[in-house]
């Protein structure tokens, strides 16, 4: 019997990990526990419930304001104390966040070896995306075995000098977490709001974008919409207070705009299979809408995606008031552009990433 404990604390972490959570729960060699950290609470409790999952244990260690410090300290001594006391064959931990970062470093500390999904992201900056280029690395670095999403991502780990037989190319369990959301049927009092307008889904929340330049961004996206009536913008605004004064800020009362709590995984998936386009700054969904055929424009400098780019699904056009409004507007206006980007391609795997990592778990 392998004891295998999964770690994860946001929501990314719980979409992406919940499916592989009921995956390793099927097998009977595997005893599965799952170790909350609570760095984000309303947002990862709304995907616990939606997939059903009861953690076993919960660190609870968000706060409001929390800073990286704080998280950090909290969830490495949390996890200690948990596997101090627990058998763990596996610590399996997500991504980028600071959770994944400092619950592999207690595993490491503590001679646990660390399954790292989603590994070998890199945009080989360590300030984009900030902090997440340093953890995806520092985890990458300590990590016994690497389920990495796409060949690319498995490359990269190998120059880096990861043994081949410890990286695996498995598909990212976020189009597994497809399989769970979308309905052919669906009804939303945001698709109301769209009322046969072109509807635009926007989320924003990155770390390095607060501030200064997400306010620039947001003026370019109301200028864009000004001049065009017949587009409207869904945003579901993530509850960091910064990002919420920036959001109320740009877009109270402004009628093109309906500004939401953040959307419970089925509903966002849902409505996203829905829009015209996404206009974001966020990782995962740049992922997701790819295998909608929905075109994303991210608002950032780089991507650790460059695979939705490639496939022509995904356009980087950058942070900027002007680069924003420029980008913005030329795919609504440009129809052959809009045509030539609304292609379903999926280049992160067919939904199975999950039985996979399973089985490399089993054979290990
Ligand atoms: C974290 C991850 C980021 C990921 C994002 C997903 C790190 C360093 N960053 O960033 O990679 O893209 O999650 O959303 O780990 N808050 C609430 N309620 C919640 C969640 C957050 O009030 O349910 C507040 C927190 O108290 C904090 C702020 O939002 O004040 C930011 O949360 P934090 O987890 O520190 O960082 P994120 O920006 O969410
Ligand atoms: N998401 C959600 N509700 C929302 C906004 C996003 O369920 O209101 C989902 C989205 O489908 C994706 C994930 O949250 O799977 C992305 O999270 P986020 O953008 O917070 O983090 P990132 O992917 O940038 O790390």
Same mark, same amino acid.
């Given at each position: 019997m392998k004891n295998i404990i999964l770690v994860f604390g946001t929501r990314p972490e719980a979409i992406k990990m919940c499916p592989l959570v009921t995956e390793l729960k099927k097998r009977k060699e595997f005893c599965v526990r799952v170790l909350v950290t609570g760095q984000h609470r309303e947002m990862l409790s709304s995907v616990l419930s939606f997939f059903g999952i009861e953690p076993d244990f919960d660190l609870c260690v968000m706060s409001e304001g929390q800073t990286l410090f704080d998280i950090t300290e909290k969830v490495m001594r949390g996890v200690r104390e948990i596997l101090e006391k627990e058998k763990c064959d596996l610590l399996l931990v997500h991504g980028d966040t600071t959770t994944a970062f400092a619950a592999s470093l207690a595993a490491f500390y503590l001679r646990v070896p660390?399954?790292?999904?989603?590994? !070998?992201?890199?945009?080989?900056?360590?300030?984009? #995306?900030?902090?997440?280029?340093?953890?995806?690395? =520092?985890?990458?670095?300590?990590?016994?075995?690497?389920?990495? &999403?796409?060949?690319?991502?498995?490359?990269? *780990?190998?120059?880096? !000098?990861r043994g081949q037989d410890s990286v695996f190319v498995t598909g990212n369990t976020v189009i597994d977490a497809l399989r769970y959301t979308v309905r052919k049927e669906f009804s939303h009092p945001a698709l109301d709001f769209a009322n046969g307008r072109r509807m635009?889904? @926007?989320?924003?929340?990155?770390?390095?974008?607060?501030?200064?330049?997400?306010?620039?961004?947001? =003026? /370019?996206?109301?200028?864009? *919409?000004?001049?065009?009536?017949?587009?409207?913008?869904?945003? #579901?605004?993530? #509850?960091? &207070?910064?990002?919420? =004064?920036? /959001?109320?800020?740009?877009?109270?009362?402004?009628?093109?705009?309906?500004?939401?709590? #953040?959307?419970?995984?089925?509903?966002?998936?849902?409505?996203? =299979?829905?829009?015209? @386009?996404? @206009?974001?700054?966020? !990782?995962?969904?740049?992922?997701?809408?790819p295998a909608f055929g929905v075109p994303v424009l991210v608002m950032r400098e780089t991507t650790e995606r460059p695979e939705g780019v490639e496939a022509g699904t995904v356009r980087l056009i950058g942070n900027t008031?002007?680069?924003?409004?420029? !980008?913005?507007?030329?795919l609504l206006?440009?129809?052959a552009l809009y045509e030539s980007m609304a292609k379903a391609k999926n280049p992160y795997g067919d939904g199975t990433a999950c039985k996979k990592i399973a089985d490399i778990i089993e054979d290990m």
């Amino acid at each position: 019997m392998k004891n295998i404990i999964l770690v994860f604390g946001t929501r990314p972490e719980a979409i992406k990990m919940c499916p592989l959570v009921t995956e390793l729960k099927k097998r009977k060699e595997f005893c599965v526990r799952v170790l909350v950290t609570g760095q984000h609470r309303e947002m990862l409790s709304s995907v616990l419930s939606f997939f059903g999952i009861e953690p076993d244990f919960d660190l609870c260690v968000m706060s409001e304001g929390q800073t990286l410090f704080d998280i950090t300290e909290k969830v490495m001594r949390g996890v200690r104390e948990i596997l101090e006391k627990e058998k763990c064959d596996l610590l399996l931990v997500h991504g980028d966040t600071t959770t994944a970062f400092a619950a592999s470093l207690a595993a490491f500390y503590l001679r646990v070896p660390v399954g790292h999904v989603e590994a !070998g992201l890199r945009t080989y900056n360590i300030n984009a #995306p900030y902090p997440e280029e340093f953890n995806r690395v =520092a985890v990458d670095s300590l990590s016994y075995c690497h389920f990495a &999403p796409t060949k690319l991502s498995a490359d990269r *780990l190998i120059a880096e !000098g990861r043994g081949q037989d410890s990286v695996f190319v498995t598909g990212n369990t976020v189009i597994d977490a497809l399989r769970y959301t979308v309905r052919k049927e669906f009804s939303h009092p945001a698709l109301d709001f769209a009322n046969g307008r072109r509807m635009v889904l @926007l989320t924003s929340h990155r770390r390095e974008n607060i501030g200064e330049t997400m306010q620039e961004m947001f =003026a /370019a996206i109301k200028e864009v *919409l000004l001049s065009h009536p017949d587009v409207c913008v869904i945003y #579901p605004v993530h #509850p960091n &207070p910064a990002v919420r =004064a920036a /959001a109320q800020g740009a877009f109270a009362h402004f009628s093109q705009v309906k500004l939401t709590e #953040p959307l419970d995984v089925f509903d966002f998936h849902n409505i996203m =299979a829905r829009a015209y @386009l996404v @206009l974001s700054d966020s !990782g995962g969904v740049q992922e997701e809408a790819p295998a909608f055929g929905v075109p994303v424009l991210v608002m950032r400098e780089t991507t650790e995606r460059p695979e939705g780019v490639e496939a022509g699904t995904v356009r980087l056009i950058g942070n900027t008031y002007a680069s924003v409004k420029e !980008g913005f507007e030329a795919l609504l206006d440009d129809a052959a552009l809009y045509e030539s980007m609304a292609k379903a391609k999926n280049p992160y795997g067919d939904g199975t990433a999950c039985k996979k990592i399973a089985d490399i778990i089993e054979d290990m």
